[in-house]
């Protein structure tokens, strides 16, 4: 897993982009777990 480039801007808190791909990732995840539950 590469390390976060958040260093080179602003370390003292994730971006929005980051945040966006984080909240992204979640909502894929429930919905993949919704398709297996049906």
């Known amino acids: 897993m590469p390390l ?3 260093k080179n ?3 003292k808190a994730p ?3 980051d ?3 984080f ?4 909502e ?3 919905k993949f777990s ?3 539950t049906l």
């Open 4 to 6: 976060p480039q958040s």
């Open 9 to 11: 801007n602003k370390s």
């Open 15 to 17: 971006s929005l982009y």
């Open 19 to 21: 945040i966006y791909k």
């Open 23 to 26: 909240i992204y990732k979640r």
């Open 28 to 30: 894929h995840q429930i």
């Open 34 to 36: 919704r398709k297996e």
